[in-house]
Every structure is written in structure tokens, then in C-alpha cells.
Nanobody, 119 residues
């Protein structure tokens, strides 16, 4: 079963930017989608963005226009560029594999990475 390792997050001021990456433990066929999810304290985990191939992406309405998901299949890595960060973006961010843009995540969850947006 493929596992993902997320890069270190961090503390960012409101309006700032941060790029996260997650690398898979093995090669993932490009037919599969990879999603970024997040979970804030006291809330359920939610989808942030998902990518299947370069032109097939989907974003949560709360991040559309601010976040960009991209994928480097040669490196088995998916990136999440986060701009114009808001305090409500504070959460633990995770990657997971899914069959399509609309399917549920199918793998186990990693440790995730903490992103805190605060002044």
C-alpha cells in the first residue's frame, strides 16, 4: 500500500505563502488522483485539492484562487502552493491516494504536517 510523507509545514503570517509537498513511497500511476486534505481542531477532515493529471484538478471553494495543486510524476511528488493564507487555513494537512477526483481516499493516513496561520 502506498504511503505518503508530507513536508514540514510551519507558522505563517496571514497573507503569507507556503508550499507543501508530499512524496509517495512508490511510483503511482498517473491514472490515480492524489488529494490534499486538512483537519482543523474539532473539525472533520476535509478535501482541499485533488489532482489526477495536470489539467484535471478540483479545489474546495474555500481555497479556490489561493491554492494551486501540482504533480511531478517523475518524483512521485504532489505539491500544494498556498497563497494569501488565512487563519482559517490552520490545520494538519495530509495527502492520500484516490481513484478519481470525486472518489474517497483509499489509503492509510500519514502523520500529516501542521500549518498555522497566525500573526
Amino acid at each position: 500500500q502506498v504511503q505518503f510523507v508530507e513536508s514540514r509545514g510551519g507558522l505563517v503570517q496571514p497573507g503569507g505563502s507556503l508550499r507543501l509537498s508530499c512524496t509517495a513511497s512508490r511510483t503511482i500511476s498517473s491514472i490515480y488522483a492524489v488529494g490534499w486534505y486538512r483537519q482543523a481542531p474539532g473539525k472533520q477532515r476535509e478535501l482541499v485539492a485533488v489532482i489526477r493529471v495536470r489539467s484535471m484538478t478540483k479545489y474546495a471553494s474555500s481555497v479556490k484562487g489561493r491554492f494551486t495543486i501540482s504533480r511531478d510524476n517523475a518524483k512521485n511528488t504532489v505539491y500544494l502552493q498556498m497563497n494569501s493564507l488565512k487563519p482559517e487555513d490552520t490545520a494538519v494537512y495530509y495527502c492520500n491516494l484516490q481513484d478519481t477526483l470525486d472518489s474517497s481516499p483509499r489509503g492509510s493516513w500519514g502523520q500529516g504536517t501542521q500549518v498555522t496561520v497566525s500573526s
